[in-house]
DNA sequence: GTATCGCTCGATACACTGTATCGCTATGAG
DNA sequence: CTCATAGCGATACAGTGTATCGAGCGATAC
């Protein structure tokens, strides 16, 4: 029944036993776990099945399921390579911005975690000041805005890819998006005329790299951004 | 087995029956019940009682419990108002998004669910069609970059919001931001002194609203449009 | 060396989930 | 009135997170 967080207790000492335990072995096998099958491949009976163990076992080190998880999200902030002292806010920015898009797409299920419970792991923290830090500004005020702003966009553009990404694996690989325009639901839909402007979308755009609609997307708010506070 | 979508097939004709049921009666139940205990109270036991019905009856309706969460989603999506006609694009993007914060803010779990799949509903086909309709350049591509921008940014930003407020929720009511920061833990990774800027930001940042927040944000992406796509 | 304590581990159990199966029933046809 | 059919929903199954608690074992006390 502690009330502590899961960053508040420590692991308990390693006891000896054919089969060792540890909050690293637990985290990185749910981890491996995760990245193979989704998150659906994340159970406790899974997680210690992998580690040659009873389920009840893991009791010992997490308390609860959503504390694993929270392990596991704390785990990819990790994996963020915190931006160049020497960075400028908008080098920084973009720097942080690639970082926390190329780990969600390494775990994909990083980005389902998300809206779960606030990320207040020690990975999570350093990631949140490295980030706070490259953005220099006298107002702290508008220090928060503008991380807000563009973490928010970051989020929201790489869940739509996963989304995506998600949706073009689960009906045949290698579709584009238009091609998926063309199950017998979306056409009828098109063909009757209400959606001008989706159709023109759907025939006329040029489906361009993912990785180059992050950039302009970015490159907006960043603007955005530039024009309200110049450089001081 | 039928591989086409809920929107495909049409729903059964009405049997007479003491307890009558059709997809909306089921999709409002549901939502109804989301609304007042969260995403956990939707499960086809739990709706199908609030309906008198056995659980069972549902899949006439309905094939999956995707299915039915998909349903849930494009109501949502119906509820937000699409934007003037004669909005330029600034005025139609910010309708939209607000319509998109108001209307996940009344059903926090909107937000949950848009990882799972695309939303292709006729609702939300409807919304992308206005959304877009709302940006009348010439070029169709950089129409879909700048909704994509926004829609992204709107997204994060609200997934942040209810992020924020299910933890405050969660750890004692009417709690300020700073104030999770006296949790026995966070006080003292801030007494560390590795995290400088988060602290400056714990303790001198004023609390502002959340809506004003949301406005700032929504400003940078737009003024960062409008000096790439400047008025033809 | 033995006996006892205490603690930890994990088998079992419980309540719950989504959904496949299939016997009953109730309606419609002849 | 009898029979066929179709849909309803009770039952069942495999899975989930986790509470409980008995067994076994290691350490300590005498």
């Not at 899961?6 to 990185?28: A, N, Q, Y």
């Not at 989020?155 to 996963?162: K, L, N, S, T, W």
């Not at 040029?206 to 309200?228: H, M, P, Q």
């Given at each position: ?106 775990h994909e299920w990083f980005i389902d975690l998300l809206s779960n419970r606030p990320h207040q792991g020690p990975h999570a923290l350093t990631h949140m000041e490295t980030t ?10 508008q220090v928060l805005d503008v991380v807000g702003a563009v973490m928010a966009y970051v989020f929201g553009a790489v869940r739509g890819e996963i989304t995506e990404l998600r ?66």
């Amino acid at each position: 029944m502690s009330n502590e967080a899961v960053w508040d207790r420590p692991e308990p000492p390693s006891k000896p036993s054919p089969t060792p335990l540890s909050r690293d072995l637990i985290v990185s096998a749910a981890i491996r776990l995760a990245d193979e099958g989704g998150l659906d491949e994340v159970s406790f009976r899974k997680v210690a099945a992998a580690l040659n163990a009873g389920p009840m076992r893991l009791y010992g080190y997490v308390e609860t399921k959503d504390e694993l998880l929270d392990l596991m999200v704390d785990e990819v902030y990790g994996e963020i390579t915190p931006p160049a002292k020497s960075a400028d806010w908008r080098e920084g920015l973009r720097h942080v911005a690639h970082g926390v898009r190329d780990a969600a797409k390494r775990h994909e299920w990083f980005i389902d975690l998300l809206s779960n419970r606030p990320h207040q792991g020690p990975h999570a923290l350093t990631h949140m000041e490295t980030t706070l830090a490259a953005v220099r500004f006298d107002d702290i005020d508008q220090v928060l805005d503008v991380v807000g702003a563009v973490m928010a966009y970051v989020f929201g553009a790489v869940r739509g890819e996963i989304t995506e990404l998600r949706a073009e694996r689960s009906s045949g690989l290698t579709e584009e998006q238009w091609q998926r325009a063309s199950g017998p639901y979306m056409q009828r839909m098109l063909a009757t005329g209400r959606f001008p402007t989706l159709a023109r979308v759907m025939h006329e755009s040029s489906d361009r790299d993912s990785a180059v609609r992050f950039e302009t997307g970015l490159g907006y708010v960043l603007d955005g951004i530039a024009t309200r506070h110049n450089p001081a």
